[in-house]
């Protein structure tokens, strides 16, 4: 859906789901995900329905996704950093050891 | 009573207004504290300005193709950084605003409060939200995201794309493309020759530059042969689990065309959420399918009628387009407005130019909107959507459902989204209040008062807990910290849980 204009001058490495994904610093999440070509960051808590950003400016909050252990933040506004381990969001964020 | 004022004013948001605001302000020796939500300066219009000119050579193709209008904003983002007197706060977001001149704020895992006795609220626009079937599907985007993605991600779209809705921002954007080599399949737009007829009667002599650089983009753009449809309706996105294709009706009949990028846009409206959380009074624009904060020519916002959260007077200005959509260049002048204004009361106004002369500025950069807004009415939002599709993106409330509960009678936005979650999910109805407003409208055109904004309470944007938990700059007087000293009964021997 989208490529990089010019040279896409990936220095880091971050992962989702495990799998490493070229990052450029200073790039945010949600632009490098679109980049490498990732079909949906969550799917919803009430369908299950996939998502991806909508509006890349903070307002919509569709592009949740969960970092460094820490779910529903927004991709669009925190920026890759090295080593980042991010992963897709099944439907709400789940706290690890806690069953909410 | 105030605590002691971290600052002279506080302005949130980095964009021509809060820089314009910041750089008339410390220049004239007051102490500013500007707090952003982006990691550099520029708003959205020169997002990522900064880096990118870094940057050169590599970023050379992608500068061309934004063209002088993205340029054009670095004198000011170079003096806004070289200004002594502004503390400048990226990455941060707020989350709390109150008519006191309290302000909350968070930057990653630390958070607090800030107080000054003038705030100055320029955050900004957001897209008309349009809720159309399918608008929700993976490739569906607006045009401001694919334009965050050309200048901070350096990213262009691939493959089929059609550009649907109206204003100026979706011709730019597709004359942008052109440039980087990217061929939209079409060009759909909901505005029609004779919009652009009828507004010639609102044209201001000041307009002319903007509609002859706006003829000049769609005569490349035929050039170079972008197919393009005026007068569209009906829009329809559909696909399974991603977008596969769009629908629209045409010149009175049906047409479908396989796609993978939908690019929507139909004009942008003020960023009401601050202004709101922080009580002040809103008014409804029934034609623009839009609230806007009710304020003075130079800023000063006013409390909505009904109990405050904070006593005093209001000390909160709203300047650029989160009080009237205006651009760049209105937002520059209008922030160098709104300083003035609380320098004239700050008693720092010697030897700047007087409030009439800077009120003219803004007069006269806004004297161009008239025109645009009826060249570009309106043309997603123009018709509420039908029953089946979505509303509310975060709950994925329908438009039948809000139908159904109004014609029982609910004409009350806090009460739909109490009983149905309209509104509740993680965007805190950014996305689907305004189109319930417009239901409630439609279903009762007469009612004594438009409806306002879903009723909204601090942290209106994510706060962590830990973040919470060690924030500064709490007022003493309202936070108390409890201990176990408090509750002495509380401890009981051998009690691991006292």
């Known amino acids: 859906m989208f490529k990089p204009v010019g040279s896409a001058e990936a220095t880091m490495t971050i992962y989702l789901d495990g799998r490493a994904i070229p990052a450029r610093a200073g790039e945010t999440i949600a632009a490098c995900l679109l980049r490498a070509g990732v079909t949906h960051f969550r799917t919803t808590p009430v369908s299950g329905a996939k998502r991806l950003p909508y509006c890349m400016i903070g307002h919509c909050f569709d592009c949740l996704i969960e970092i460094d252990g820490i779910g529903s933040r927004q991709a669009c506004l925190n920026a890759v950093e090295i080593g980042m381990r991010l992963r897709t969001q099944d439907g709400p964020a789940s706290i690890p050891g806690l069953d909410v | ?498």
């Open chain 2, 1 to 498: 009573m105030m605590l002691a004022p971290d600052a002279d004013a506080i302005i949130i948001g980095a964009g021509p207004a809060g820089m314009s605001a910041a750089i008339e302000l410390a220049s004239s020796g007051c102490r500013v504290i500007v707090l952003d939500m982006q990691p550099s300066p520029g708003g959205q219009v020169y997002r990522s300005l900064d880096e990118n000119m870094q940057a050169r050579p590599q970023t050379d193709d992608l500068l061309s193709a934004l063209g002088p209008a993205y340029s054009a904003g670095l004198p000011l983002i170079a003096r806004f950084r070289a200004t002594p007197g502004i503390e400048y706060r990226p990455s941060t977001t707020v989350w709390d605003l109150r008519a006191d001149g309290t302000v909350g704020w968070l930057d990653g895992e630390a958070a607090g409060y800030l107080r000054a006795p003038h705030v100055i609220l320029a955050c900004g626009a957001m897209e008309r939200p349009t809720p159309f079937p399918g608008w929700t599907l993976p490739g569906v985007m607006t045009a401001g995201a694919v334009q965050t993605l050309l200048k901070a991600g350096r990213l262009k779209p691939a493959g089929r794309i059609v550009l649907a809705g109206t204003g100026p921002l979706i011709v730019l954007l597709a004359d942008q493309l052109r440039r980087l080599g990217v061929r939209p399949a079409l060009i759909a737009r909901t505005d029609r020759l004779k919009d652009k007829f009828t507004a010639l009667k609102t044209l201001h002599p000041t307009g002319v530059p903007a509609l002859l650089k706006g003829l000049g983009w769609l005569a490349r753009l035929r050039l170079a042969g972008v197919p393009m449809q005026t007068g569209i309706s009906g829009l329809e996105a559909h696909g399974r689990g991603r977008l596969t294709s769009v629908r629209m009706i045409a010149a009175g009949r049906t047409i479908e065309i396989a796609c993978d990028l939908l690019v929507v846009h139909d004009g942008i409206v003020p960023s009401t959420d601050l202004a709101h959380a922080a009580g002040l009074a809103l008014e409804w624009l029934k034609d623009d399918a839009s609230w806007r904060p009710r304020t003075t020519l130079d800023g000063r916002a006013e409390m909505a009628p009904g109990p405050a959260l904070t006593m005093g007077p209001c000390r909160i200005r709203i300047t650029g387009d989160a009080r009237r959509i205006g651009g760049a260049d209105a937002a520059v002048a209008h922030g160098r407005h709104a300083a003035g204004a609380i320098l004239a009361e700050l008693g720092h106004a010697a030897g700047k130019p007087a409030a009439g002369l800077t009120g003219i500025d803004v007069q006269r950069a806004l004297a161009t909107r008239p025109f645009l807004d009826a060249a570009f009415p309106p043309g997603l939002a123009a018709q509420l959507p039908d029953d089946a599709a979505i509303v509310c993106r975060c709950e994925e409330i329908t438009a039948g459902a809000l139908r159904a509960m109004i014609q029982d009678g609910t004409s009350d936005m806090n009460l739909i989204r109490g009983t149905l979650r309209c509104g509740m999910g993680a965007c805190q109805g950014r996305s689907c209040a305004a189109t319930l407003a417009r239901f409630l409208m439609e279903a009762d055109p007469d009612r004594p008062q438009p409806p306002s904004p879903f009723r909204a309470r601090p942290p209106v944007r994510p706060l962590p807990l830990g973040a919470l938990a060690n924030m500064t700059g709490l007022d003493p007087e309202l936070a108390q910290i409890e201990s176990l000293d408090d509750k002495p009964e509380a401890i009981i021997e051998n009690d691991t849980h006292a």
